[in-house]
């Protein structure tokens, strides 16, 4: 957010702290935590766009839409709870893989809600996947044009492979189970079925579906000491 943006936008809107790329977290005196976003027209339109197509307590919803003192358009969503998963290193967690996976399940689920509704993300990374209890998702009404869920599935695979890892997916990247044996070659088989073009997913749900396949084959955890 712009040097010299008020604490206060309005009478019942208080911001308290950054979240990066122009959006702050907020309180709003009705509702709570909230989050603004200040955007130019264009981008607060097709913000709203897709958040209307959407309805998940997984996505962050619109509340209003403000003006916000020397600055312009903000637009007001609602607050997921957690950290992104750019701040996490699951990488060097014993139960990284395992995690990941979780965290994996629970991404798709989002993103089979939105194509469902023709909302594709398209600049999914890291840093708009949000964990806590739950997986959430934000971002989204950025998508560049000709973007489609095959975009979205490369990103999942992308970060998934990058946590479990702890190196960057590339068409030469090593299998994940060189890495982390106890994955065995099931999600190695995941990702080769997710790029290859005779055998890949048709859409979220049925790449959820197998991605829960391989986290069936996970050893259970240790015992808690």
């Known amino acids: 957010m712009p040097t010299g943006s008020p604490a206060r936008t309005n009478a019942k809107l208080t911001t308290v702290g950054s979240l990066g ?6 309180i709003d005196s009705s509702i709570g935590d909230c989050v603004l976003m200040l955007l130019d027209p264009d981008e607060l339109a097709r913000r709203r766009r897709a958040l209307r197509k959407l309805n998940s307590p997984h996505l962050r919803r619109e509340v209003s ?23 996490l290193d699951l990488g060097r967690r014993a139960d990284g893989p395992r995690e990941a996976l979780r965290i994996g399940l629970g991404l798709l689920e989002v993103l089979a809600h939105a194509h469902e509704r023709g909302v594709v993300h398209g ?3 890291s840093r708009h996947v949000i964990v806590g209890e739950s997986v959430g998702l934000v971002g989204f009404g950025q998508a560049p044009a000709g973007t489609t869920e095959a975009n979205d599935f490369g990103a999942v695979a992308a970060i998934l492979y990058e946590q479990i890892t702890g190196e960057e997916w590339t068409s030469w990247a ?8 106890a994955l065995g070659r099931a999600f190695d088989d995941w990702l080769a079925t997710l790029t290859d073009p005779e055998r890949g997913f048709r859409n979220a749900t049925e790449m959820k579906s197998a991605l829960r ?6 050893p259970p955890p240790p015992p808690a000491s």
């Open 21 to 26: 790329d122009d959006a702050w977290r907020a």
């Open 65 to 87: 839409v403000v003006a916000v003192p020397d600055h312009g358009p903000g637009l007001v969503t609602t607050f997921l709870p957690g950290s992104p998963l750019s701040m």
């Open 123 to 125: 600049r999914l990374a």
């Open 174 to 181: 090593p299998r994940a189970s060189y890495f982390r044996p």
């Open 213 to 218: 396949a391989v986290a069936g084959t996970m």
